[in-house]
């Protein structure tokens, strides 16, 4: 709402007697919504002949609402708080975080003051460095890129805005080399491969991204087979995938695409569960007349749950924007991540 409006006088008719306070004013109002009808009541900006009002309140007919100011809430920004970091390089113009999986890289645009807020690698950075960029906003300070929160690895934090600039030309001319490790379902036919394959959003599930819709952006993924497991769990491959762009979901959604999805990305097509059999087994039977009766076998499977898609970044490759040193970093796999492999493999 433009701030010369203000301030304004809506007068309620009768035919509005019932109704909520916030209910009617988001109707009354042209492009605002209930959220932010509510902020303007709790900053006390609404008055109902002239007194503060809940926005539960149910309104009469015949009274007068005095709008005072703007309802848009001050900029959020984000919170420090102290999480513990990996920290795998530090200088006073930029660090490499090992981040975990399950921690988001910063909040969305439409988080909160509160847990949305929250536990985000961006939340454990302000608290661990004095000052860090303010090239990506107020809550985005120091991140140059991002990585997806089930997947974990190495991530590039801007001290500066100097180097947060440099960082980002140096990604947008495809001149920083990052390497993935993945285990995917299925033996991909060649050892080697390269995905070029447009990304966009998926216009019925919006939190995917697809390679089947149009207008999406190109996308390159090149893969290569480590190792091919062939296990009672099923087939699978450990492939490194090195990207020259970075789109959302990327690796996620161009693995899926060629059929070998990523293990435990049920958002693409990868089962939430790995299951086998275990050996055949005899259950317990009772003698007949006729004589002892045979067994029947059972089976009871082996289920094997990571809890997060096996992504991993594990190196990266970069210059120093300040000196001009060529700078390289690695990550091992997390735990998990080992202890799946050994399951599978065993």
Same mark, same amino acid.
């Given at each position: 709402?433009?701030?010369?409006? /203000?301030?304004?006088?809506?007068?309620? @008719?009768?035919?509005?007697?019932?109704?909520?306070?916030?209910?009617?004013?988001?109707?009354?109002?042209?492009?605002?919504? #209930?959220?932010?009808?509510?902020?303007?009541?709790?900053?006390?900006?609404?008055?109902?002949?002239?007194?503060?009002?809940?926005?539960?309140?149910?309104?009469?007919?015949?009274?007068?609402?005095?709008?005072?100011?703007?309802?848009?809430?001050?900029?959020? #920004?984000?919170?420090?708080?102290?999480?513990?970091?990996?920290?795998?390089?530090?200088?006073?113009? +930029?660090?490499?975080?090992?981040?975990?999986?399950?921690?988001?890289? %910063?909040?969305?645009?439409?988080?909160?003051?509160?847990?949305?807020?929250?536990?985000?690698?961006?939340?454990?950075?302000? %608290?661990? /460095?004095?000052?860090?960029?303010?090239?990506?906003?107020?809550?985005?300070?120091?991140?140059?890129?991002?990585?997806?929160?089930?997947?974990?690895?190495?991530?590039?934090?801007?001290?500066?805005?100097?180097? %947060?600039?440099?960082?980002?030309?140096?990604?947008?001319?495809?001149?920083?080399?990052?390497?993935?490790?993945?285990?995917?379902?299925?033996?991909?036919?060649?050892? #080697?491969?390269?995905?070029?394959?447009?990304?966009?959003?998926?216009?019925?599930?919006?939190? #995917?991204?697809?390679?089947?819709?149009?207008?999406?952006?190109?996308?390159?993924?090149?893969?290569?087979?480590?190792?091919?497991?062939?296990?009672?769990?099923?087939? /699978?491959?450990?492939v490194d995938v090195r990207i020259e762009t970075g789109r959302t979901h990327q690796i996620r959604v161009h693995m899926s695409s060629i059929g070998?999805?990523?293990?435990?990305?049920? +958002?693409?097509?990868?089962p939430r569960e790995l299951r086998r059999p275990t050996a055949l087994r005899p259950a317990s039977t009772k003698a007949t007349s006729r004589g002892?009766?045979?067994?029947?076998?059972?089976?009871?499977?082996?289920?094997?749950?990571?809890?997060?898609?096996?992504? %991993?970044?594990?190196?990266?490759? /970069?210059?120093?924007?300040? @000196?001009?040193?060529?700078?390289?970093?690695?990550?091992?796999?997390?735990?998990?991540? @080992?202890? +799946?492999?050994?399951?599978?493999?065993?």
């Open positions: 709402m433009p701030s010369d409006r /203000f301030p304004i006088t809506i007068f309620v @008719t009768a035919d509005a007697s019932g109704q909520r306070l916030d209910q009617f004013l988001t109707a009354q109002i042209p492009d605002i919504s #209930r959220a932010r009808v509510q902020q303007l009541l709790a900053e006390q900006k609404a008055l109902v002949n002239g007194s503060v009002s809940k926005p539960s309140l149910r309104l009469r007919g015949g009274e007068q609402i005095a709008i005072l100011g703007d309802p848009d809430p001050p900029p959020l #920004r984000a919170i420090a708080e102290d999480i513990p970091l990996d920290i795998v390089y530090e200088d006073d113009d +930029l660090a490499v975080i090992n981040k975990p999986a399950g921690m988001m890289v %910063h909040a969305g645009a439409g988080a909160t003051e509160d847990e949305r807020n929250r536990g985000t690698l961006v939340n454990a950075l302000l %608290h661990r /460095f004095a000052k860090l960029s303010d090239v990506g906003g107020a809550l985005r300070p120091g991140i140059v890129h991002r990585l997806d929160k089930e997947t974990s690895g190495l991530i590039i934090v801007a001290k500066n805005d100097v180097t %947060h600039r440099k960082l980002g030309e140096q990604f947008s001319g495809r001149q920083v080399k990052k390497r993935y490790v993945a285990l995917v379902h299925g033996w991909p036919a060649k050892d #080697r491969g390269t995905i070029n394959t447009e990304i966009g959003r998926d216009a019925v599930r919006r939190i #995917r991204m697809t390679t089947r819709g149009r207008g999406g952006r190109a996308a390159i993924t090149h893969y290569e087979v480590r190792e091919r497991i062939a296990s009672q769990f099923g087939k /699978f491959a450990l070998h999805p990523v293990v435990g990305d049920s +958002l693409y097509r990868a002892a009766s045979q067994p029947k076998a059972r089976q009871t499977p082996i289920v094997l749950a990571l809890g997060r898609n096996f992504l %991993h970044a594990a190196a990266i490759e /970069f210059t120093h924007p300040r @000196t001009g040193q060529p700078l390289s970093f690695s990550a091992p796999l997390p735990p998990e991540l @080992t202890q +799946l492999l050994e399951q599978i493999r065993g």
